[in-house]
């Protein structure tokens, strides 16, 4: 069976996660759970599978079509985003169109929630597709296991692979933000263990599913053996096991690992000790959602940091002096804040000094807590996908006023322009991505 494992075409550069998707400007992501999904094809069968990421080789549906036809697939495996996701399944109905007898399955948080309105898609997967195909596999017709586990229990396992199989994609093709050299991207756990209310992980699953530490340490060595500099953690939270920071730190010590290691992390898990082992695995930089300064909103949003902000200036201070870098985030509620609480939000971040930052509108997704919690003040559709509280038409302004606020001060100035000379590309980008605010009829009104 010939089996193409599809990062569908788009307008513009976007990422595809499971339960999240974002523009992705000056940067870009493999598409990790379908990259994840090939190989467990390859591995685990003797089908021609065959990977073609639209995003990263700027390939149209016209492309798509050639693909199709010139390799005589018969399955595409694809999988839609969440905040693009009607357009998503246009792009899948036209293939459906052209191609009648191919078979799709589609992998997507919002499909195998909404399926009644995803009917043009053969066979929908939810949070378990790693499994479903898995399983599927090991009958002799791939749609007929499809059928068989479809909607069969099955438990998460994060060890079904040892390594994503990055023979599939072309390393040149993806990069982290402001980072120099090749970067691999890798999960050691899947989801999050925390229960902030808004959140959308990327796997959907609490509490967290680790790998087993030595499988993720030969995937480390073998992303080493082929030349990368960079890894990113793409887990909700890497350190949310400080045993795994202390084994990657005598990892790294013991082989003499000289890649830069980035991940996602919350600020309370932070002290001396957690900083200094993150600084001895070599980790290049932090990205940490603190979302909040505002006591009552991190109540709401159960994000339970407790944490004063004389605690987190010192949490900051610590990962700089370790020579960390820090990406802060910050969220803004349409409905509980207005553009002085967001300049006031721009001025503490100035104090933290974090290496850059962003905001982005709170989006009350479905599923999550605060969707079902605020359903009464929430805009929502499924074409165009609409999940949204009144107000969030403002986020264009708001992102203004916050960036203008804090690019005031001189220091957070002359650490943009340091970052806009030594990242032209990257930072053109990300520029031109400034006059997209809050485009009219556009899927994501913020920034990212
Ligand atoms: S800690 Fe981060 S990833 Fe975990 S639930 Fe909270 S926002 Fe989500």
Not at 17 to 25: F, G, L, N
Not at 92 to 116: M, T
Not at 176 to 198: M, Q, V
Not at 227 to 253: C, E, M, P, Q
Request: proline residues 3%; hydrophobic residues 40%.
């Amino acid at each position: 069976m010939n089996i193409l494992v599809l990062n569908l075409p788009f307008e513009s550069r976007i990422i595809r996660r499971y339960k999240c998707s974002y523009y992705a400007r000056g940067f870009l992501y493999p598409p990790e759970e379908l990259l994840r999904t090939a190989t467990i094809i390859k591995e685990f069968s003797s089908n021609k599978t065959y990977f073609l990421d639209c995003i990263a080789k700027s390939k149209g549906l016209g492309d798509v079509f050639s693909f199709v036809r010139s390799k005589r697939v018969q399955v595409i495996v694809t999988m839609l985003s969440v905040n693009f996701v009607h357009k998503d399944y246009e792009t899948i109905k036209k293939l459906k169109n052209a191609f009648p007898n191919i078979k799709v399955i589609g992998i997507g948080y919002i499909p195998s929630h909404y399926r009644e309105e995803f009917t043009g898609i053969d066979y929908i997967l939810d949070n378990l597709f790693e499994e479903r195909i898995f399983n599927a596999l090991k009958e002799k017709d791939l749609i007929k296991g499809i059928e068989k586990f479809l909607k069969k229990p099955l438990d998460f396992d994060p060890d079904i692979i040892d390594t994503d199989n990055r023979d599939l994609i072309k390393a040149s093709d993806y990069s982290e933000l402001f980072c120099r050299g090749k970067t691999a991207f890798l999960h050691y756990s899947f989801g999050c263990s925390f229960g902030c209310n808004y959140c959308i992980h990327a796997y959907d699953l609490k509490p967290a599913r680790k790998r087993s530490k030595e499988k993720v340490f030969a995937e480390i060595l073998d992303i080493c053996r082929r030349g990368y500099k960079n890894i990113k953690f793409l887990d909700d939270n890497i350190t949310l096991d400080a045993d795994f920071i202390l084994s990657l730190r005598n990892f790294v010590k013991n082989n003499r690992i000289k890649a830069n290691f980035y991940g996602l992390s919350r600020i309370d898990l932070i002290n001396e000790k957690t900083a200094s082992l993150l600084k001895e695995a070599n980790f290049r930089r932090l990205y940490i959602g603190v979302e909040t300064f505002n006591k009552d909103l991190q109540k709401y949003y159960k994000k339970n940091i407790n944490v004063e902000f004389s605690g987190l200036i010192e949490k900051f201070n610590l990962l700089r002096k370790k020579g960390i870098e820090t990406a802060v985030w910050i969220l803004y509620h349409p409905l509980k804040e207005n553009k002085s609480d967001v300049i006031e939000n721009a001025r503490k971040l100035k104090k933290l000094r974090a290496s850059f930052v962003n905001i982005g509108v709170l989006t009350p997704y479905p599923g999550t807590d605060i969707f079902q919690k605020e359903t009464d003040s929430i805009r929502f559709q499924m074409s165009p996908f609409m999940s949204e509280f009144a107000g969030t038409e403002n986020i264009g302004d708001i992102e203004r006023s916050f960036f203008l606020s804090y690019l005031k001060s001189p220091r957070s100035f002359l650490r943009y322009a340091w970052l806009a000379i030594n990242h032209p590309v990257a930072s053109t980008e990300i520029v031109s991505g400034l006059f997209k605010f809050g485009k009219k009829g556009s899927a994501r009104k913020d920034f990212i």
